[in-house]
């Protein structure tokens, strides 16, 4: 979600001359100039199938599992699920400035009209195209859900996916668009054709995509909405981190969302990810790229990005990081697992999230701040499962620069949480034990 380090920055100039000498879609410098990943195994690799099944992925198939398939052959393959399965039609629902019809996968067993009374998932893959990683989890779950026995998820829930959302920079790919994330080895640019970043215009809805958006969500009105993204920044165990407006008791402009979520959803999901091997965590930024330790932050709450924007439309919305160092394969099978679990939480527990939306709606403040700022205190001291790292003097920067080194420290961090607020009305925290309102200061 951020912009890239002095580091990064040398890395990619480095990799852009390497593009010009060497067209290839290898990375030989890859892994020389990447950090180590910690080896892991986890249950949830015996998701993968084979090509002894005839719907085997692209991602899949690849023998590295380091490859996501392009616009056209994924298009081409929802659109034959699509035909032979009576759980999945494709549906197109906007046009992008280069002409690509954007795309969702309903998976429903309703027919064309969805019952209202069951929740809806909507997952959202690829606002930013680099990112990618729920377009390749949610090829390989719609399939098991069409033909290796997991169509019961869609007994109480319905599921929209959309598998690329900004699919004009998805097609702006190579092997260098995103040199600081491991995989998969052709990645999408995170900008659109006409160079805008998608996850920055929730408010405005300057971009036809997010038009197009507005009207899909306006259509099927989720009861969740899970946007799946990965870093940019700091090293750290965790391989999936998501987070929400509100989080851990502050201030939202959705309280009794967050409250389920913090109560209802996070507790259960995070139990069912670390079942299959993944190392679920908190979304949070590192307040200062040259030390790791001095703190982390929430990255703002915003409605230009979809979790700030969720929260003020009372939207429950979950904004995924996958690790970018983790190996892509990895992050696809983290992202597996969280749409799997999604469902099966808002079939077990929809009636109470629908309570909760109802409360938050009913709100009426009377006054509703712009803008937020970050805290200059930290509010809580969070435990952090770091990654090793040393210090040196680079040449490049003429700095002092972290070299992670890839192991996980086994002393857990205790590091500072700087949270954001509204204006002028902080200190705020929810209430425990009753309805919380809206602070009702002056929106500065
Ligand atoms: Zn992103």
């Known amino acids: 979600m951020k912009t ?5 920055l040398a890395v990619a100039l480095m990799a852009s001359t390497a593009m010009a000498q060497t067209p290839t879609t290898k990375k030989p410098w890859d892994e ?9 195994q986890g249950a949830s690799q015996a998701l993968i199938r084979d090509g002894s099944d005839p719907w085997v992925t692209a991602f899949e198939a690849d023998p590295g599992h380091d490859f996501s398939p392009n616009y ?4 081409a393959w929802f659109d034959k699920l699509d035909k032979a399965s009576k759980l999945v039609r494709v549906e197109d629902f906007g046009v992008s400035p280069e002409g690509r019809p954007i795309f969702a996968v309903i998976a429903s067993k309703d027919g064309e009209k969805l019952d209202p009374k069951k929740p809806l998932l909507l997952v959202q893959c690829g606002i930013h195209p680099g990112e990618i990683d729920g377009k390749d989890a949610g090829m390989m779950l719609l399939r098991d859900m069409a033909f290796h026995g997991k169509g019961a998820l869609l007994d109480k829930v319905n599921l929209v996916l ?5 699919v004009d920079g998805h097609e702006r790919s190579g092997p260098y668009s995103r040199p600081n994330q491991r995989g ?6 995170r900008n659109t054709a006409t160079n805008q970043n998608l996850n920055r215009d929730f408010m405005k809805l300057d971009q036809p995509e997010m038009q197009a958006l507005k009207r899909l969500q306006a259509k099927y009105r989720a009861d969740l909405y899970v946007d799946v993204h990965v870093t940019d920044g700091m090293d750290y165990q965790y391989d999936v981190t998501y987070g929400y407006n509100g989080e851990d008791g502050v201030w939202s402009r959705s309280p009794a969302t967050a409250k389920w979520l913090d109560e209802a959803f996070k507790p259960a999901m995070n139990q069912s990810l670390e079942a299959e091997g993944h190392i679920p965590g908190e979304l949070v930024f590192g307040i200062d790229e040259r030390n790791p330790k001095a703190g982390l932050s929430d990255g703002g709450l915003g409605e230009r990005f979809s979790n700030g924007w969720g929260s003020a439309a009372h939207v429950p919305t979950i904004l995924i990081e996958n690790h970018s160092l983790k190996p892509h394969a990895q992050r696809v099978l983290g992202t597996y697992v969280f749409i799997e679990t999604a469902l099966k939480l808002l079939a077990q527990k929809g009636d109470s999230l629908r309570t909760a939306i109802a409360a938050d709606s009913a709100l009426r403040p009377a006054t509703i701040p712009a803008n937020f700022v970050a805290d200059d ?3 809580v001291t969070r435990a952090f499962k770091g990654i090793r790292y040393e210090t040196y003097d680079s040449p490049a920067s003429g700095a002092t620069e972290i070299r992670w080194l890839g192991q996980a420290d086994p002393e857990l961090w205790q590091l500072p949480f700087y949270s954001s607020h509204p ?5 705020a925290p929810r209430p425990t034990g009753c309805p919380a309102i809206a602070p009702t ?3 500065g």
């Open 184 to 189: 998969p080895r052709t990645q999408g640019w």
């Open 441 to 443: 200061s002056s929106s």
């Open 162 to 166: 959309i598998p690329i959302l900004s």
């Open 423 to 427: 204006p002028s009305s902080w200190p």
């Open 4 to 8: 890239l380090t002095l580091a990064a």
């Open 377 to 379: 205190k930290p509010s």
């Open 72 to 75: 056209v052959d994924t298009r």
């Open 32 to 40: 020389a100039f990447l950090p180590p990943a910690p080896q892991w």
